[in-house]
């Protein structure tokens, strides 16, 4: 999953926009935006874990035999 969004980084960013702003809003704004970064960050591990958990490895799968 090489090209998955680094929703992290994104989080950063609006925590880094929070800190620098000086009006009330926009800090709120950035805030809230940073939790949502967050909660998508968290499902996306999950969806990875459980994609991880179901999906065999080459090393999982029997190799089968020619005749």
Do not use: F, H, I
Not at 34 to 48: F, I, K, S
Not at 53 to 62: A, E, F, I, M, N
């Amino acid at each position: 999953m090489g090209n998955q969004p680094d929703y992290r980084a994104q989080a950063a960013k609006c925590r880094s926009d929070a800190d620098a702003s000086t009006l009330d809003n926009v800090r709120d704004r950035n805030l809230r935006a940073e939790a949502a970064w967050l909660e998508m960050a968290v499902r996306q591990d999950r969806v990875t874990a459980s994609r991880r958990d179901r999906v065999p490895t080459l090393q999982d799968t029997p190799l089968q035999e020619t005749a």
